[in-house]
């Protein structure tokens, strides 16, 4: 081995272990990132990663510029977690046309690395850069639901779901699922098969459930709305069983197994490994969604919420507060895509979520972490207008945006290829009055889906190939507020 060899692989050793060594005293911040399905997630996610490592898209976020800043993203710490499709969500967004890119589907995993100058000059002279990770873990809000099943026994729960199944109103699923689970079922040979069809007629009615705003607080198990991985295996081959109608003890203690094999396989290990390690937690809320539905389904929203909080505020008796200690510190709770209403309407927005969260958190015990509430749009797709109101009436504060396909306002269809000018409502001065039928209808708020909005460019081709696109403006509302409140305090 000629000495030069040796040389480079000493330095290359030592560059490694530096990096290892880097790597270990480098700060982390953990984020969690969750909401229930279609609340915002991804979109915010792929709009927060942007912010931080493309910081000419946003100038406007003070806390960025500190001297020297970049953000890039580096290999995850957990090799056993799916990575955040970062990229693939950006050029959706960046396509022509533009395309929401596709929701969170199960737990997923980014790390993004700052690097800046020290604000003390001492330490910028001796050439000391500070750095620090931050580690975001995405994950549907549906799986924090699952906290209370740990508590409950296979019996249980099967009567605890008999009784919401009954005094759930009618519909196809519902009475399906009612109709298997009132008659006596076939043990034997047969089990597996009950089960498969007892899995399948469950999950159909919860997920009946869910479309209508109606799960409950206790409404589960999670995966059963959100299986993630774990879609058709056997440990979702469950379904609650009333014991006094089923001599099929075959049946039951088949499906009573895979209860408990849910709680040890999935519900314990993401509770210890994941949930457990997060420090700073964001919740997307799609508050505008259940106003757009009516009061009973923002009352649906403070319940699937109070789910939530049991979570992060667990009492010591239960499961959680016993094994494992929620490190969270601040939980920020987002209103998400507040550029559906006018800036005017964007603090009324923020609290009503309070309202929502609060009278949740009234419920839920134990004692709080930092708590945060805002009205956001992780990338805002319209512009605000105002238009003159008519005889003497006030303006009415509306937005301008292009639709996606098949939306429709007063039963008619829009168009898709030019923006459109919408009167959204106006949300209520106090709050309160978003629990109150008589004040909001249903259907009095007019949201319609519009397209994403980015400015891109492309740079020179080099004649062959087309040249590489770039985002020129990424437009939001307040997603400097969520960096100052999710990691303003780490970066000094
Ligand atoms: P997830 O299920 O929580 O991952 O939800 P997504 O991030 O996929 O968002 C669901 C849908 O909400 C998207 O397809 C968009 O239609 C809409 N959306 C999300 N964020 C925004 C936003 O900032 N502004 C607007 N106008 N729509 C948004």
Not at 216 to 241: I, K
Not at 248 to 261: C, G, N, P, T, Y
Not at 280 to 304: F, H, S, T, W, Y
């Amino acid at each position: 081995m000629r000495l030069s060899d040796l040389t480079d692989q000493t330095s290359d050793a030592l560059r490694q272990a530096g990096a290892y060594i880097d790597d270990l005293t480098t700060p982390t911040v953990r984020l969690g990132v969750t909401g229930l399905s279609r609340a915002g997630k991804t979109v915010f996610i792929t709009a927060f990663v942007n912010a931080l490592t493309d910081h000419s898209a946003d100038p406007a976020i003070k806390l960025l510029n500190l001297p020297g800043m970049r953000g890039f993203l580096e290999p995850q710490p957990d090799d056993a977690l799916p990575r955040f499709n970062y990229e693939g969500h950006l050029a959706d967004l960046m396509a022509a046309p533009p395309e929401w890119p596709e929701s969170t589907r199960h737990i997923s995993q980014l790390r993004v690395t700052l690097e800046w100058q020290p604000t003390d000059w001492l330490r910028r002279q001796a050439g000391i850069q500070r750095r620090l990770h931050i580690d975001i873990i995405d994950y549907p809000g549906e799986w924090l639901a699952d906290v209370g099943l740990l508590e409950q026994s296979f019996t249980e729960w099967s009567e605890h779901t008999a009784r919401l199944a009954r005094d759930a109103p009618p519909g196809p699923a519902r009475d399906a699922w009612l109709a298997f689970a009132n008659k006596a079922l076939a043990g034997g040979r047969q089990a597996e098969q009950v089960a498969l069809e007892g899995a399948r007629l469950f999950q159909a009615y919860l997920g009946e459930q869910k479309a209508a705003g109606r799960l409950q607080p206790s409404s589960g198990p999670g995966r059963f709305l959100m299986p993630g991985d774990f879609e058709g295996s056997p440990v979702l081959t469950f379904c609650p069983l009333d014991g006094r109608l089923n001599e099929a003890s075959d049946l039951e203690a088949l499906v009573k197994r895979r209860f408990d094999s849910y709680k040890t396989l999935i519900v314990k290990p993401f509770f210890e490994k994941h949930f457990s390690r997060i420090e700073r937690q964001i919740v997307l809320v799609d508050v505008l969604g259940a106003l757009n539905q009516g009061p009973r389904a923002v009352v649906e929203m403070e319940n699937a919420l109070e789910r939530a909080l049991a979570a992060f505020r667990p009492g010591r008796e239960s499961w959680v507060g016993r094994w494992i200690s929620p490190r969270v510190d601040s939980i920020l709770f987002a209103a998400s895509k507040a550029d559906h209403l006018n800036r005017q309407n964007h603090d009324r927005l923020a609290a009503i979520l309070e309202k929502i969260v609060e009278r949740a958190q009234t419920r839920a015990s134990g004692a709080g972490a930092r708590i945060g509430f805002s009205a956001i749009a992780a990338l805002r797709c319209t512009e605000d207008v105002t238009r003159q109101g008519r005889d003497g009436e006030d303006d009415l504060n509306c937005v301008r945006g292009t639709p996606v396909p098949g939306q429709t306002l007063d039963g008619r269809a829009l168009a898709t290829d030019q923006a459109l000018t919408v009167f959204p409502g106006d949300l209520p001065t106090d709050p309160l009055d978003a629990f109150e039928p008589a004040v909001i209808e249903p259907g009095s708020l007019s949201f319609v889906r519009f397209r994403p909005r980015l400015e891109t460019e492309a740079a020179a081709g080099d004649g062959t190939t087309e040249g590489e696109l770039t985002v020129q403006r990424w437009p939001h509302v307040s997603l400097e507020r969520v960096v100052q409140f999710l990691i303003g305090d780490r970066l000094t």
